[in-house]
């Protein structure tokens, strides 16, 4: 049967190649189209294919189980982040038994889900910023140092540091960590307290000098800006650096009392500025270049007030990609007037 490219469904299958107008040849017979094939027929100008009438689309089921996994076992980080968080606020310590617990089978289970943008929508909550943002900075942290090419224990301990970072934030009052406007440089220097807090608490809680250092470390920026002591490039540990990324990350695409949550794409676009002076350079560009081609396929809300798939990363601006709407291909680095506000799990 053949069918316009314009009209494909993910899960489609070819009954023949297919080959553009010059000859050249897209796509085997037999392939199963999903978002990445279709967007490679129409950057190769393909208008109609031939699809197996038979066919009928079918959505992956071992997908939504894979999240539904890794959900449950969220749920059960956030929960237990509480619980370390209020032990340290009362014993000025914590059981580092306990966080192994219960950090280790959301970060285990991590390695079977490479949706990362998926997994960060599904954390997207309104409620218990402190905890919440503990555990995407953890997963964030471990997901950056694999693609890093850290061996699997590294992985988990740059991870466990990640989780732990805003551990010393228990000292700090909530009236100034709730405070829904600009905090005075008084408040704001009492909140920058939490990295000594939390190097205190962990080097009481744990034999381990790397996960305390980037609790001290994780605000140092390679330019001498950063707090507590102004550290530049060399003197920030290695693990600090690839937490800062996921800690900022994770603040900026995240909802708080005194910041709305920013658009995830335009995040990166942010964060990369970062690299040039601020931010180390090889993390940023690992996240980076892991995490835009899990854009692909996902619903977004764009500035015109239209719903849209993201089809395709634009390789000459790829924070403007290639979506689909409303039947129309809109190509986001030439429509520079059009921008993402929001984009969605499915």
Same mark, same amino acid.
């Given at each position: 049967?053949?069918?316009?490219?314009?009209?494909?469904?993910? #899960?489609?299958?070819?009954?023949?190649?297919?080959?553009?107008?010059?000859?050249?040849?897209?796509?085997?017979?037999?392939?199963?189209?999903?978002?990445?094939?279709?967007?490679?027929?129409?950057?190769?100008?393909?208008?109609?294919?031939?699809?197996? @009438?038979?066919?009928?689309? /079918?959505?992956?089921?071992?997908?939504?189980?894979?999240? /539904?996994?890794?959900?449950?076992?969220?749920?059960?980080?956030?929960?237990?982040?509480?619980?370390?968080?209020?032990?340290?606020?009362?014993?000025?310590?914590?059981?580092?038994? &306990?966080?192994?617990?219960?950090?280790?089978?959301?970060?285990?289970?991590?390695?079977?889900?490479?949706? &990362?943008?998926?997994?960060?929508?599904?954390?997207?909550?309104?409620?218990?910023?402190?905890?919440?943002?503990?555990?995407?900075?953890?997963?964030?942290?471990?997901?950056?140092?694999?693609?890093?090419?850290?061996?699997?224990?590294?992985?988990?301990?740059?991870?466990?540091?990640?989780?732990?970072?805003?551990?010393?934030?228990?000292?700090?009052? %909530?009236?100034?960590?709730?405070?829904?406007?600009?905090?005075? %440089? @008084?408040?704001?220097?009492?909140?920058?307290?939490?990295?000594?807090? #939390?190097?205190?608490?962990?080097?009481?809680?744990?034999?381990? %000098?790397?996960?305390?250092?980037?609790?001290?470390?994780?605000?140092?920026? @390679?330019?001498?800006?950063?707090?507590?002591?102004?550290?530049?490039?060399?003197?920030?540990?290695?693990?600090?650096?690839?937490?800062?990324?996921?800690?900022?990350?994770?603040?900026?695409?995240?909802?708080?009392?005194?910041?709305?949550? /920013?658009?995830?794409?335009?995040?990166?676009?942010?964060?990369?500025?970062?690299?040039?002076?601020?931010?180390?350079?090889?993390?940023?560009?690992?996240?980076?270049?892991?995490?835009?081609?899990?854009?692909? #396929?996902?619903? &977004?809300?764009?500035?015109?007030?239209?719903?849209?798939?993201?089809?395709?990363?634009? %390789?000459?601006?790829?924070?403007?990609?290639?979506?689909?709407?409303?039947?129309?291909?809109?190509?986001?680095?030439?429509?520079?007037?059009?921008?993402?506000?929001?984009?969605?799990?499915?």
């Amino acid at each position: 049967m053949k069918v316009h490219v314009m009209d494909l469904k993910p #899960g489609d299958c070819l009954r023949m190649d297919t080959f553009n107008s010059r000859g050249l040849h897209v796509l085997p017979k037999g392939s199963s189209l999903q978002i990445e094939e279709i967007a490679k027929l129409i950057q190769h100008g393909v208008d109609y294919v031939d699809i197996e @009438e038979a066919h009928v689309a /079918q959505v992956p089921t071992s997908r939504s189980s894979i999240i /539904q996994a890794v959900a449950a076992n969220f749920d059960t980080s956030i929960e237990g982040f509480e619980s370390v968080y209020m032990e340290a606020l009362t014993k000025g310590s914590f059981n580092q038994t &306990v966080v192994d617990d219960i950090l280790q089978p959301s970060l285990n289970s991590l390695d079977k889900h490479k949706d &990362v943008v998926s997994l960060l929508l599904l954390l997207n909550r309104d409620d218990n910023y402190t905890y919440n943002h503990s555990l995407q900075v953890g997963m964030l942290s471990y997901y950056i140092s694999s693609w890093l090419g850290y061996s699997k224990k590294e992985c988990y301990e740059i991870g466990r540091a990640g989780y732990l970072i805003d551990i010393g934030k228990c000292r700090i009052s %909530p009236s100034i960590l709730n405070k829904p406007g600009k905090l005075s %440089p @008084e408040e704001y220097d009492q909140v920058k307290l939490h990295t000594i807090y #939390g190097h205190e608490i962990i080097r009481s809680s744990m034999d381990d %000098p790397y996960t305390a250092l980037v609790a001290l470390q994780h605000h140092e920026r @390679e330019d001498g800006s950063g707090y507590p002591n102004n550290l530049t490039k060399s003197d920030i540990h290695p693990y600090a650096q690839i937490a800062a990324v996921a800690d900022i990350y994770s603040a900026m695409t995240t909802h708080r009392v005194y910041q709305s949550k /920013q658009e995830l794409i335009s995040v990166l676009r942010e964060i990369n500025n970062l690299s040039f002076g601020k931010l180390n350079g090889r993390p940023v560009q690992a996240f980076i270049q892991h995490l835009m081609p899990n854009f692909i #396929g996902k619903r &977004v809300l764009l500035s015109t007030g239209d719903m849209g798939v993201i089809v395709m990363n634009n %390789p000459l601006d790829v924070f403007r990609p290639l979506v689909q709407s409303e039947g129309i291909f809109l190509d986001l680095s030439r429509e520079r007037k059009i921008a993402v506000v929001e984009i969605y799990m499915e």
